[in-house]
């Protein structure tokens, strides 16, 4: 009946998602498109605003700016307008006199649901190689029950899982481990890839372990002794790995895919604190992606940019630098003459947390303020990246000039935006990237396994990460 390879229906997070998908989808015109009128009535209703999926639906009535109407027909019940953009996409609008689900006894976001399978089933009989895409699991869970084939959106190919960590057992004795650094890693490792940031060499016959990065394919030991010289000590060889990753001037771009509980805030944070204290940059700048962990998603997006009512978002930057105050004031305690007296109450730490904003310059930013701007000289630290969408991550990396140095970090078992999965969202892209090499930015990517907050926290990872 139609000369198209597959046929299409989208749910609204594959619009809000990224707009482009549909071209995406199209294959320039080798598959069809199918837009429910719910979806279109979804995405029009999300166009006011500055949240990340605002954009995307105003970007979607941009592509849609280009049409032309091949046909329209009426078929069961159905109204079908086909569209072409561009000479090349084809989509199907398809709506319908009457849905035979009741939106009486149903909330809105079901009711739409099923109005949108009600045009993938019809699709189903009207179309041949019907696919339901859709990243809500309920949605495709309902898809199934009704017979029509679904899946969710895949960016890419297989997920790799590799923790840019390479280990390998070298012959050279103990005395002569000096004659490692800057040696050409090829003679000892002569199938190096991109991929392989950080070295764990076993010296043969010994228990002696050294740990080094490659730069321009020479081997950098680090320095433990002076990565260790700052207020969040590494505890184990990925967060010495990630430490040195920050202090290293080589490194423009840093990205640390890491589970809950295994430092990277703190690491991140008392690394770039170090920066600012060495006067290698002049501040630093947290920016949180600002999502609400809802099953449906009807607020994800950024609140206006007043610090009182952003500052929920920046709970994770504020616990970590209460934490490194703490800690340097149990330190300096324990080294004075008189250990455990005039300890300071939470006024006075409050007092000092702010004090420390200031002399580092930390400042926070909320994704929506970054448009149009040009960022100097910081250390960019962008926390949960898992929840960015490929589109807004490129909007911030896009502000940034080349003075900055960005940590990135996140974690793919924390997703909380409904509109993008472990997939599609910008730290599995991030992560894909850093197998390929980039003339003029150096990156640097590392996965932290080794939960370090507590016993519960490492429980809660076992038990809920099956």
Not at 78 to 94: T, W
Not at 188 to 204: A, D, G, R, T
Not at 244 to 273: P, Q, R
Not at 373 to 395: L, P
């Amino acid at each position: 009946m139609e000369n198209f390879d597959k046929c299409y229906v989208v749910d609204t997070n594959i619009i809000l998602e990224n707009a482009a998908n549909i071209l995406t989808l199209s294959q320039e015109g080798q598959n069809l498109v199918v837009i429910p009128e719910t979806v279109l009535d979804e995405v029009d209703a999300k166009k006011s605003g500055f949240e990340e999926i605002n954009f995307q639906a105003r970007e979607f009535a941009r592509i849609l700016e280009e049409f032309s109407v091949v046909s329209s027909r009426t078929v069961d019940n159905h109204q079908i307008m086909r569209l072409s953009i561009k000479n090349s996409v084809v989509i199907d609008f398809v709506s319908k006199e009457r849905y035979e689900v009741s939106s009486q006894s149903q909330s809105l976001n079901i009711v739409n649901d099923r109005k949108i399978l009600e045009i993938a089933k019809f699709a189903q009989s009207n179309y041949e190689n019907v696919m339901f895409l859709s990243m809500d699991m309920m949605a495709r869970m309902r898809s199934v029950s009704l017979g029509i084939p679904t899946q969710s959106l895949k960016g890419g190919t297989k997920e790799q899982n590799q923790d840019f960590v390479f280990e390998t057992v070298i012959e050279i004795p103990f005395k002569k481990l000096e004659s490692l650094k800057h040696a050409d890693i090829y003679s000892f490792n002569p199938e190096h890839s991109v991929e392989n940031y950080c070295y764990l060499f076993k010296v043969h016959h010994s228990d002696q372990v050294v740990l080094a990065t490659v730069e321009n394919g020479k081997i950098i030991p680090l320095n433990e002794e002076e990565l260790r010289k700052q207020t969040i000590t590494p505890m184990n060889k990925e967060q010495l790995f990630f430490a040195h990753a920050i202090a290293e001037h080589f490194y423009k771009i840093v990205i640390v895919e890491a589970k809950a509980g295994s430092g990277k805030t703190l690491l991140a944070l008392s690394g770039a604190m170090k920066l600012i204290a060495q006067k290698d940059f002049r501040k630093i700048l947290y920016i949180r992606n600002s999502i609400e962990s809802l099953d449906k998603g009807e607020d994800v997006g950024y609140l206006p940019g007043f610090e009182e009512k952003f500052r929920i978002y920046n709970h994770p930057l504020m616990d970590s630098l209460d934490y490194i105050v703490r800690l340097e004031l149990k330190r300096k305690n324990n080294k004075s003459s008189y250990p455990g007296q005039g300890e300071p109450d939470e006024e006075q730490i409050a007092q000092r947390v702010q004090i420390a904003k200031q002399k580092y310059a930390i400042e926070t930013m909320w994704v929506g303020e970054m448009r149009g701007r040009t960022i100097s000289d910081a250390v960019v630290i962008i926390d949960e990246a898992q929840n960015m969408s490929n589109k807004t991550m490129q909007m911030v990396l896009s502000r940034l000039d080349d003075s900055c140095k960005v940590i990135i970090i996140g974690s793919n078992k924390q997703i909380d935006n409904f509109y993008i999965n472990k997939y599609t969202n910008a730290l599995t892209t991030l992560l894909k990237s850093a197998y390929n090499e980039y003339e003029g930015v150096n990156v640097f990517a590392l996965r932290l396994k080794k939960v370090l907050r507590g016993p519960i926290t490492e429980w809660a990872e076992k038990i809920f990460s099956k």
